[in-house]
């Protein structure tokens, strides 16, 4: 009975660290199709984004164009504005997109971003995307619900 509670509390811990799949998203302007998100070390929705802390997102998608880049973007409503966000990898490619980005091909893309500091605690909405060769093409761009900052 005690190992078996050992083996419990072990795979429960596990589940906890692995993160979530995001099910609050919305598509933003991909000209493909995301097919699933996930966020670590997110264990609810919206995700509470704390300060200094570092998140990975994995997204797997089928890309709906042809482009020889792919640039990271991130930006968070803050007070009714979208400031953009310093991205630490501006290059998506390799990390789990090949570049060129061939249409109809499908990827699983992993990325990490440590957030910044946060003047005040609120809720917003956060925006991913990567961009193609053409300004505002997004090979994918989802937003999602957050809270910034510490409770």
Same mark, same amino acid.
């Given at each position: 009975?005690?190992?078996?509670?050992?083996?419990?509390?072990?795979?429960?811990?596990?589940?906890?660290? +692995?993160?979530?799949?995001?099910?609050?998203?919305?598509?933003?302007?991909?000209?493909?199709?995301?097919?699933?998100?996930?966020?670590?070390?997110?264990?609810?929705?919206?995700?509470?984004?704390?300060?200094?802390?570092?998140?990975?997102?994995?997204?797997?998608?089928?890309?709906? =164009?042809?482009?020889?880049?792919?640039?990271?973007?991130?930006?968070?409503?803050?007070?009714?504005?979208?400031?953009?966000?310093?991205?630490?990898?501006?290059?998506?490619?390799?990390?789990?997109?090949?570049?060129?980005?061939?249409?109809?091909?499908?990827?699983?893309?992993?990325?990490?971003?440590? +957030?910044?500091?946060?003047? +005040?605690?609120?809720?917003?909405?956060?925006?991913?995307?990567?961009?193609?060769?053409?300004?505002?093409?997004? =090979?994918?761009?989802?937003?999602?619900?957050? =809270?910034?900052?510490?409770?």
């Amino acid at each position: 009975m005690f190992v078996l509670a050992k083996i419990q509390l072990l795979l429960t811990s596990v589940v906890l660290c +692995s993160g979530i799949l995001l099910t609050h998203h919305t598509d933003c302007g991909s000209l493909g199709t995301i097919h699933s998100i996930q966020l670590e070390p997110c264990h609810n929705e919206p995700c509470h984004i704390t300060e200094h802390t570092t998140y990975t997102g994995t997204v797997n998608f089928t890309s709906g =164009i042809n482009s020889q880049t792919a640039t990271n973007k991130a930006t968070a409503e803050i007070v009714g504005a979208w400031p953009a966000f310093t991205v630490g990898q501006p290059n998506a490619c390799g990390h789990g997109i090949t570049c060129p980005v061939v249409k109809g091909e499908t990827y699983t893309y992993t990325v990490s971003v440590t +957030s910044p500091e946060f003047k +005040s605690h609120a809720r917003s909405v956060a925006k991913w995307m990567v961009e193609g060769d053409n300004t505002d093409e997004f =090979i994918i761009c989802f937003a999602f619900p957050v =809270i910034l900052g510490t409770q």
